[in-house]
């Protein structure tokens, strides 16, 4: 029997957050978007909980930290985001870039399972700087 998910007031206002924001977040700028409302442990466990169920998947960036962006194709256990996420080393934000459909291929033996694409430069509004 699968376990019944609750809708709590503190989920929906993390929610709002992902749903205002057209890129990845990472665990500080959800706490400071929240503005005090949910403390930062809270806020962790809501993101494990909609990671396990597949409403958002992880990105660790090379900087070390991990960004969370909504998901578009994946469900409960089975991520399917597997596309390029974009670091701009200007604003400091992390972008979800448009699947191309083209995976490396691997070796003869090799298995994947999922992939994580991180490429690092300048968005477009930093570049016009």
Known sequence: MEKQRRNTKTKKLVMDVFRHEAGALCHADI???LEGKIDRVTVYRILQGFFDEGII??????????????CHECSAGHHADNHAHFYCMGCKTVSCLEATGQLPQLPQGYSA?????????????CRAV
């Not at 998947?57 to 909504?70: C, P, V």
């Not at 399972?113 to 490429?119: A, D, G, K, V, Y």
């Open 31 to 33: 706490v400071q978007r």
């Open 113 to 125: 399972s999922e992939s994580s694409w991180f490429i690092s430069g300048y968005c477009p509004n």
């Open 57 to 70: 998947h992880r990105i660790s960036a090379e900087n070390g930290k991990t960004y969370y962006a909504l």
